[in-house]
């Protein structure tokens, strides 16, 4: 068995730091790090590199095919323990996904009201990523399926994932809402895992302040 930790970083939008080697967790016989650039996967006409990072986060299945299990990590953290990857594995136990609960909002009414809120005010990181996104409309078209319950938020900086199909019908999901209403890709999971029936381990630390990842953007 073997697993893929992915990155992204296009348009050279951070400064990279790779991930300190891996220790090999028990069962698997490679643990392998890839980073997309500009070299390897050039700019495609039409997409902001903001949006074509999605293509390898949703898809790193198809483009590094034969890994049972992947770990995504944007470009702006890293690993330094080299026991990050057992314990990612560990939290993911017998589950399709394992995502970090969101430290500061527990729904996608409360992140969309954020955004809003933040827009109005003109706030330069909110604005620069998801100005006229339609955030709102995405949050109505989950709000009205009557059995979707709105009682959680997770990251998406860093997830794991194993390759199955029923894990693949659900980033093919995902993708099409993030396209869709092309904004914060957090806003469309809760509902995504609830459509596509995914059992998802939920990691309770703070994914900034957990010993096992780090911070490390420094945007050029």
């Known amino acids: 068995m073997k697993i893929a930790i992915l990155s992204a970083n296009l348009g050279s939008f951070d400064v990279p730091i790779d991930p300190v080697s891996q220790d090999t967790p028990t069962g698997f ?3 392998h790090f890839h980073r997309f650039t500009d070299h390897d996967f050039p700019p495609i006409t039409g997409l902001t590199p903001r949006f074509q990072y999605r293509i390898p986060k949703l898809f790193g299945w198809q483009m590094l095919p034969d890994y049972d299990v992947y770990i995504w990590l944007d470009s702006s953290f890293s690993m330094l323990r080299a026991d990050s990857t057992v314990w ?8 399709d996904m394992a995502f970090f609960k969101h430290p500061w909002r527990n729904s996608i009414t409360e992140e969309t009201n954020h955004i809003e809120e933040k827009l109005q005010e003109g706030g330069r990181y909110i604005t620069s990523r998801y100005k006229n996104g339609l955030h709102k409309e995405q ?13 959680v938020l997770y990251t998406s900086t860093a997830f794991v994932y194993r390759n199955t199909k029923n894990v693949h019908d659900m980033l093919k999901s995902w993708w099409y809402y993030q396209s869709r209403y092309f904004t914060c890709d957090q806003i469309a999971l809760p509902y995504v895992i609830y459509k596509e029936k995914i ?11 957990t010993e096992y990842l780090t911070f490390v953007s420094k945007h050029k």
């Open 29 to 31: 016989t490679k643990v």
């Open 139 to 151: 949050l109505a078209e989950a709000m009205a399926d009557t059995g979707f319950r709105d009682t």
């Open 88 to 95: 990612l594995l560990d939290k993911l136990g017998s589950s």
């Open 199 to 209: 059992n998802v381990a939920e990691i309770s630390e703070n994914q900034y302040e």
